[in-house]
């Protein structure tokens, strides 16, 4: 006969084994925190915990590890059996991500991702990146005005001209 065990501390299913025979009787023993009840097999996410007072075996959820605050995005390890409460989740939010309680999940992220795909294939994207910084092109203004040169004039022409405004675009860079 097989006995299966659970923990002592939050009563789930942990392990089965064929009983120990009584060396004077015969019969099959169960040792504390163990049954002769089969559990049933739990679906995924869920454990099964034996309830000695009703002498069955019932399924809980189980989101113990990593959660996320809805409203902060901070992160936790969860160590509780049973649903979890409703400001926390098992899902893990991205960068830009924010909680819809609509859809119950994180949204923000893929539309962000998509604006700045956008913004990098823009001219103005590229123009940043091939532009001196800042101090450079300074640097460059006082020496050309020193030595009557138009180094910062060609620098941002050759960029400009590399990377071109499109004709439809109304605003100046």
Excluded at 9 to 16: A, F, G, K, M, V
Excluded at 28 to 56: D, N, S, W
Aim: glycine share 4%.
């Amino acid at each position: 006969m097989l006995v299966y065990h659970y923990s002592r501390d939050t009563q789930e299913y942990l392990s089965c084994e064929e009983a120990r025979k009584d060396p004077e009787y015969g019969q099959p023993l169960c040792p504390a925190h163990a049954t002769f009840i089969k559990p049933q097999q739990p679906i995924e996410g869920g454990v099964m915990i034996f309830k000695e007072e009703r002498q069955e075996w019932i399924e809980v959820e189980d989101h113990r590890g990593e959660v996320w605050d809805k409203e902060t995005k901070l992160n936790e390890q969860w160590r509780e059996l049973g649903k979890l409460p409703p400001n926390l989740t098992r899902k893990v939010p991205q960068f830009k991500d924010e909680w819809d309680k609509e859809k119950n999940n994180w949204v923000g992220h893929e539309e962000w991702i998509k604006r700045k795909y956008e913004y990098e294939l823009s001219y103005k994207f590229r123009r940043e990146k091939q532009y001196p910084l800042i101090l450079d092109q300074l640097d460059m203004l006082y020496w050309d005005k020193i030595n009557g040169t138009n180094n910062w004039v060609d620098s941002i022409t050759k960029v400009k001209e590399k990377h071109p405004k499109p004709e439809n675009e109304n605003e100046k860079v």
